[in-house]
Nanobody, 119 residues
Framework: QVQLVESGGGLVQPGGSLRLSCAAS????????MGWYRQAPGKQRELVAD???????YYADSVKGRFTIFSDSAKNTLYLQMNNLKLEDTAVYYC?????????????WGQGTQVTVSS
């Protein structure tokens, strides 16, 4: 069973930085991708960035150049470094892990961590 635990959210002023962490437990053998999503009040959950098992990354246009996704395989942990935060980055951030068993996809989610950007 895969479990994801996020941490690192908080309150920060515009222009500030935060680093989110997502500690994964369970087997990573079938894991093909991990990503960070966010959901602001009244909005749909959106993909912010992801990292595939072959090292490819994706960033939403709104965070390119400001956010960096990376992982530490020894710690089985995914990170999201967020710099130059903007008011519109305020949301609950969720960690996601995508696993495949033969042709079946399994998605796992963390509980979410709140990021609030406010002056």
């Amino acid at each position: 069973q895969v479990q994801l635990v996020e941490s690192g959210g908080g309150l920060v002023q515009p222009g500030g930085s935060l680093r989110l962490s997502c500690a994964a437990s369970g087997s990573s053998v079938s894991r093909k991708r991990m990503g960070w999503y966010r959901q602001a009040p009244g909005k749909q959950r959106e993909l912010v960035a992801d990292l595939t098992s072959d090292g490819s990354t994706y960033y939403a246009d709104s965070v390119k150049g400001r956010f960096t996704i990376f992982s530490d395989s020894a710690k089985n942990t995914l990170y999201l470094q967020m710099n130059n935060l903007k008011l519109e980055d305020t949301a609950v951030y969720y960690c996601n892990a995508e696993h495949w068993v033969i042709t079946r996809r399994f998605d796992y989610w963390g509980q979410g961590t709140q990021v609030t950007v406010s002056s």
